[in-house]
């Protein structure tokens, strides 16, 4: 037992360093626009179930989704999970196709027991990711010489993390409250490098650079009812607090003459610009016998109020200012189902999970006045049991997931992940009675 106990903690502690600075879960040119591209928010479970995590209630997962199941943790365990995954995406253009790929350290958690019908949950995961680099040129003129052609190169990274520390509290039977308050920090670069075929032409570079360092909190409900000695149903309500984060973004435009090398370099700042919305979500989760699990998750991000700075040089003098349009409301629908023969088995092959789910939401980003992508997702998983002399609890969660996002005059991104979550389920509170 003290062998497990030493791996957690090492894990924690390899891990750690590790997410934190870790590069970009993504390769998107769509994580240049807003915050960048908005993570999955789910563990090594959810996955399988395509995100489903807000009526899901179990003693044997971390459900960060929704605090109010961490009031459901078994006594005496301690469990810990660490989530990586890899991602191949296909981009497509006008008929030209690229691939590109990526991985990283996704997510780590914990959950124990304080009290009776009282849970404690913390950990770290993303919030958001942002990583592109490509370029796009044109002729400008053309005369008896030839022609000036002008190339744009785009480059981004950086995102958002967090560090959340939750409480779950069963206050009457069924009825479960919670909260996760997060420490949300990070950094976004992105550039914009302009140069010409011709030496003689001025170029123009723009820098844009912001660091967050605030808070967030999520609240979380959940009631339980039993409907028959073979039925229960799940009813989960979340909540995010919309504010301010109290960064100012910068904005450096370099105007550089090629021919004395000599830059102009100005400065725009724009006070206390970023802000997060609010976010609503419910679900719905049918239990029986604890063989068989269907759930359905909403959640509406309420980004269209929020304005975001856009550096402008079109109509008079160059400015970097809030712009509202920029992001309209976000709907996200999921559904997953949950299948085992016997939990409680002692065949091994019946304590298997397996997991089936499909997603679809629309875009956050309204990129030059038309609607970013919209995403459709399918996956599948599964639960596999690790059982030794040491420990029978302890779960392998495997999961695949194709995801599309889809726009009529935008790229078009076809992305397969594959996600890996371990978590451990440790009897760290067993007082042992010695005779």
Known sequence: MCKINRICIASILAALPGLVSAQ????????????????????????????????YREHNQVNFLNPASYSAVDSMTFIFDVGVA??????????????????????????????????????????????????????????????????????GSGGLHQAYLGLGWEPFKGLSIGVNASYLWGSIERTVINSYSDAYINTLSKYYSADVRNYKLDFG??????????????????????????????????????????????LYTVDNAFEIPSVYGAGLMWNHKNKIRIGVDYTLQKWADISFPMYDSDGGSPKYTLRSGMFKDRHKVNAGVEFVVDEDSR????????????????????????????????????????????????????SAQWVCRDSKSLIKENSFRINLGLTFNERWFAKWKVQ
């Open 347 to 398: 065949t091994y092959l019946k304590k298997i999970r397996y997991r089936l789910g499909a997603g679809y939401a629309t875009p956050y980003q309204v990129i030059n006045g038309i609607d970013g992508p919209k995403e459709y997702s399918v996956s599948a998983g599964l639960g596999i049991p690790i059982i030794n002399k040491y420990n029978n609890r302890s779960i392998l969660n495997i």
């Open 86 to 155: 890899g991602q191949l995406t296909n981009f497509e253009e006008n008929g030209r196709r690229l691939n590109a790929n990526n991985a990283n350290i996704e997510y780590i958690s914990a959950l124990f027991r304080a009290a009776r019908h009282f849970g404690v949950g913390f950990g770290l995961m993303p919030y958001t990711n942002v990583g592109y680099n490509y370029s796009t040129s044109s002729k400008i003129s053309s005369s008896e010489s030839g022609s000036t052609v002008y190339t744009n190169t785009y480059s």
């Open 24 to 55: 970009s879960g993504t390769n998107s040119p769509y994580s240049q626009y807003g915050f960048g591209e908005l993570t999955e928010q789910s563990t090594g479970f959810n996955r399988g179930m395509n995100g489903v995590g807000i009526c």
């Open 221 to 266: 409900l959940q009631y339980s009812a039993r409907l028959s000695k073979s039925d229960r149903v799940t009813l989960g309500a979340t909540y995010s607090l919309g504010h301010k984060l109290n960064s100012d973004p910068e904005c450096k435009v370099v105007s550089r003459n090629s021919q004395t090398s000599v830059s102009d370099t100005t």
